[in-house]
């Protein structure tokens, strides 16, 4: 069965920074376009971000660009989301994500496997 596993999330201050991880196992990671999710309390599960099977291309919410930057080791069929200059509107659940698809990658439902989450808690 697949696993997708994220750690990293925790409690950060305002314009402080986080690394999020997400190890794959039982899956051919390097074949994947992987993305990370985040749901906040009462609101639907919003698009972060996503990269392509060879990490050559990148996509972002406009609410993180220039902020977070996803990267991947499949060497490792690890992803990772670097998060800089956090506000508390990014706080949130993170959820990695995979998907055989290379398109419409940024719609929740094309997305075949999820992790559990990693709650990210940003204070000011």
Not at 11 to 28: E, F, Y
Not at 72 to 94: C, F, G, H, P, Q
Request: glycine residues 8%; aromatic residues 12%.
């Amino acid at each position: 069965q697949v696993q997708l596993v994220e750690s990293g999330g925790r409690l950060v201050q305002v314009g402080g920074s986080l690394r999020l991880s997400c190890a794959a196992s039982r899956i051919t990671f390097s074949t994947l376009t992987m993305g990370w999710f985040r749901q906040a309390p009462g609101k639907e599960r919003e698009f972060v971000a996503a990269i392509s099977p060879a990490g050559v291309y990148t996509d972002y919410a406009d609410s993180v660009k220039g902020r977070f930057t996803i990267c991947r080791d499949n060497t490792k069929s690890t992803l990772y989301l670097y998060m800089n200059n956090l506000k508390t509107e990014d706080t949130a659940v993170y959820y990695c994500a995979a998907t055989k698809r290379s398109s419409s990658t940024v719609v929740v439902e094309m997305y075949d496997y999820w992790g559990q989450g990693s709650q990210v808690t940003v204070s000011s």
